[in-house]
C-alpha cells in the first residue's frame, strides 16, 4: 500500500472490475499528494473562459464571458453585472431615502472605506459634486447599499424616474447630452443656466419603450464636473463685486479680479443714447418734471446696466427743499438725476459730477411762472473723469457754424439774423440750423438773485417805449444818450428749438466804445453751471435814447478763429477775472482762462474733445 502512479490507479478500475480494501486505500494516499503537488508545481499561463457559454451565471461572484460587452463579467448583485475594463462601479452607502436606478449621487461621508451618498443636484456647489450614476436600485438609509456606476453604462433606466419635471421620453433622443438638474436626484437634456452647477453627466443610449412612461435608455456615465472661475490654477479671486473684470497681473502669472479704478478703466456712466427717451420744452401750470420713454431705454450707473420701460416723473412741487423754500429761493436752477433704482431726484443744490450714485438728466430753471429743462443726459461714450474735468476746466465750447458777418438792426426793427451752428456742453451738441431770427430775452429780477426769460420773439435787445435798457442789479434803466450798452447772444442747451437762442441784457452802460469793448461778460444768477456758449457780443450805441439809436459795431465773441474787426480796434478778450464764479465756474471762465494761457483767439478741439 501507499502512493500509486495515476496508470496504475486506473487499473483498479477497469470494465467489470471491484475495486478491494487495499486499493481504495491507495487511491486516498495518493489524493493530497496530486493536489500539493500541483499547488507546488503547477503554474497557469491563461484561465480561457467559454466564448459562448450556455448558461450564464445569476449567482453572486459568477464570472463568465460577456458575448455582447466581449469583456469579463461578474455578477455582484440581485441585479447588477460589472462588465470589466467598462465600467468603473463603486460600493455605496445610502445616507437618505430609496434611490432607483439611473440617479445621481453625491458623497457627504463615509462608513469605513465605503462611501455615503446622497441624491445630487445643481441648485449649489455643496450639492453638485457628482460621484457617478446609481446602477441599481438602492434601499434606504440606514442599511441600504449599492453600486453607483462612476464610469461606463448603466442600463435599463427609466426615462421618468430620473427626468426632470417636464421631460420626457420624447426629449430624451440618442446622442443627446445628459446634466445635473437642479431638482434633487434628477438629470435634464437642458443645461441649467448660471448660476446653476449645471454638470455634464453622459449620454443617452439605446432608447426603449417609447415616450411614455416606459421609456427607457441606456446611459454612458462619464461625469465631467464644472468649474467656477476662481477654481482654475492661474486665476485668483478676493472679495469679488459686482462690475469686477479680470486682468493679467503685471508679472504675467496669474489672473486677478480689479475694479475698473484698479484696473485703470474708467467705467461707463449715463444714457446709452437721447432717442430712447425725450425732455420736456419749457413748460407752465405744474411742477412736475418727466423724463418720457419713446423706447426701453438703458441707463449705466458706474458700469452697471440698468434697462427701462416706463417714463419717469418727478413732482419737483413735492420735494422737502421747494417745500422749505420761499418763492424767492425757489426761483433758479433746480438739478433733476436719476437715481440707480430709477428714481429721479431733484435739487437746488449742484448735483456732483463724479458721484456714481446718479447720472444727470436735466437742469429745470424755474423764474417763478415757467420751467424751462435743458439738456444734460451726457452719453456713455464720455467717461466721468472727462465730463468733469471738461466741465471744470474747458465748459461749452464751439463747434461750428455760425454767421461770421451777422444783421443786428439798430432801429425801430430790433431785429437780427444769422446762420445757426453748432456748440457742444461736454459731449452733447446743441445744434440751430439754417437762419435764427428770434430768441429769449433774459435779465436779472429785482435784487440780481435770478434771472426772469421772455418768450422767445425776433427782438434781441431790452427796448421799453422806445428806449434800450440795461440790467441796473435787476432792475432795467435806460441807457444815457450817447452812451453804450451790450447784448450777449448765447447759444444754450435748452429743449425746444425756439428756446436754444438767448440774448442776455448788459448789466452796465459805458461811455466810450474802448469801455463797452473791455466789458465783462454778465452775472447769470441763479444759473451756478451756465452751459452755454457766447456766440455773439452786440455793442449798441445810444444816439438819442428815446428818439433812436443804432449799434456801434458787433464783435463775435470767440466763435470763430477770425472775425470781423470793431471799428476802432481788433476783437478783445474779456478778462477772465471780471467773470462772476459760481460753485463749479461759470463756463466762459473757463474758456477765457483756457484762451489767455494760450494767447490765442481760438480754442484747440482736438484737446476739448480728445477720449481719455
Not at 307 to 336: C, H, L, M, N
Not at 601 to 608: M, N, P, Y
Request: proline content about 4%.
Amino acid at each position: 500500500m501507499g502512493v500509486k502512479t495515476r496508470t496504475v490507479l486506473k487499473t483498479y478500475f477497469n470494465t467489470g472490475d471491484t475495486p478491494t480494501e487495499a486499493q481504495f486505500i491507495d487511491l486516498i494516499d495518493t489524493l493530497p499528494v496530486a493536489i500539493d503537488d500541483i499547488a507546488a508545481t503547477t503554474t497557469a499561463t491563461s484561465i480561457t473562459f467559454n466564448a459562448a457559454p450556455a448558461v450564464i451565471p445569476t449567482a453572486v461572484g459568477g464570472t463568465y464571458w460577456d458575448v455582447a460587452a466581449r469583456c469579463l463579467a461578474t455578477v455582484t448583485g440581485t441585479n447588477t453585472t460589472i462588465q470589466h475594463g467598462q465600467e468603473l462601479p463603486i460600493l455605496c452607502k445610502n445616507d437618505d431615502g430609496a434611490i432607483l436606478n439611473g440617479q445621481p449621487v453625491r458623497i457627504v461621508a463615509g462608513t469605513g472605506n465605503i462611501p455615503r451618498i446622497n441624491f445630487a443636484s445643481a441648485s449649489s456647489e455643496s450639492t453638485s459634486y457628482l460621484i457617478g450614476i446609481a446602477t441599481e436600485d438602492i434601499a434606504a438609509s440606514p442599511n441600504g447599499t449599492g453600486m453607483v456606476s462612476t464610469y461606463g453604462l448603466v442600463n435599463d433606466v427609466t426615462i421618468s424616474l430620473v427626468a426632470k419635471t417636464g421631460e420626457t421620453g420624447a426629449n430624451w433622443i440618442e446622442g443627446l447630452p445628459v446634466f445635473l438638474s437642479t431638482e434633487t436626484g434628477k438629470l435634464t437634456v437642458t443645461k441649467p443656466p448660471a448660476p446653476n452647477h449645471g454638470n455634464f453627466v453622459g449620454s443617452i443610449m439605446n432608447r426603449t419603450g417609447g415616450d411614455g412612461v416606459g421609456a427607457k435608455c441606456t446611459l454612458f456615465v462619464h461625469p465631467t464636473l464644472g468649474a467656477e472661475l476662481d477654481e482654475l490654477h492661474d486665476v485668483l479671486i478676493t472679495s469679488p463685486a459686482a462690475g469686477n473684470l479680470i486682468q493679467r497681473n503685471a508679472t504675467n502669472t496669474i489672473w486677478e479680479n480689479k475694479t475698473l479704478a484698479q484696473a485703470g478703466i474708467t467705467s461707463l456712466h449715463g444714457f446709452e443714447n437721447q432717442t430712447d427717451t425725450s425732455l420736456p420744452t419749457p413748460y407752465t401750470g405744474s411742477n412736475i418734471f418727466t423724463l418720457t420713454r419713446v423706447n426701453d431705454y438703458s441707463v449705466y450707473f458706474n458700469g452697471i446696466k440698468s434697462t427701462f420701460t416706463a417714463s419717469k416723473p418727478i413732482d419737483i412741487g413735492a420735494t422737502t427743499e421747494w417745500i422749505a423754500y420761499t418763492a424767492d429761493q425757489r426761483k433758479g436752477q433746480w438739478f433733476v438725476w436719476m437715481n440707480s433704482d430709477g428714481s429721479l431726484g431733484a435739487s437746488r443744490t449742484p448735483w456732483v459730477i463724479t458721484n456714481v450714485a446718479y447720472t444727470p438728466i436735466a437742469t429745470n430753471h424755474w423764474d417763478g411762472t415757467e420751467w424751462i429743462p435743458s439738456e444734460e443726459r451726457h452719453g456713455i461714450d464720455r467717461n466721468l473723469l472727462w465730463h468733469s474735468e471738461t466741465h471744470k476746466n474747458y465748459g461749452a465750447a464751439y463747434q461750428s457754424g455760425f454767421t461770421s458777418s451777422p444783421t443786428f438792426d439798430a432801429g425801430s426793427a430790433n431785429t437780427f439774423s444769422f446762420v445757426g451752428g453748432t456748440t457742444s456742453d461736454e459731449g452733447l451738441l446743441s445744434v440751430t440750423s439754417g437762419a435764427q431770427t428770434a430768441c429769449r430775452l433774459g435779465y436779472r429780477v429785482t435784487g440780481g438773485a435770478s434771472m426772469t426769460w421772455e418768450a422767445s420773439a425776433a427782438q434781441y435787445a431790452k427796448v421799453i417805449a422806445t428806449k434800450v435798457q440795461y440790467d441796473n442789479n435787476g432792475t432795467l434803466a435806460d441807457i444815457p444818450n450817447g452812451d453804450y450798452g451790450i447784448f450777449w447772444i448765447y447759444q444754450t442747451n435748452r429743449m425746444g428749438a425756439t428756446n436754444k437762442l438767448t440774448s442776455i441784457v448788459g448789466q452796465a452802460w459805458y461811455g466810450t466804445l474802448a469801455l463797452a469793448q473791455a466789458g465783462s461778460q454778465p452775472t447769470l444768477a441763479g444759473l451756478s453751471v451756465a452751459e452755454w456758449k457766447c456766440i455773439y457780443k452786440v455793442i449798441v450805441k445810444v444816439v438819442a435814447n428815446g428818439t433812436s439809436w443804432g449799434y456801434d459795431s458787433f464783435v463775435p465773441q470767440y466763435n470763430l478763429s477770425t472775425g470781423p474787426a470793431i471799428s476802432g480796434g481788433s476783437p478783445v478778450t474779456m478778462p477772465a477775472v471780471n467773470v462772476t464764479e459760481i460753485t463749479d465756474g461759470n463756463v466762459q471762465t473757463a474758456i477765457d482762462n483756457l484762451r489767455a494761457a494760450s494767447g490765442s483767439g481760438s480754442v484747440s478741439l482736438s484737446r476739448l474733445f480728445m477720449r481719455r
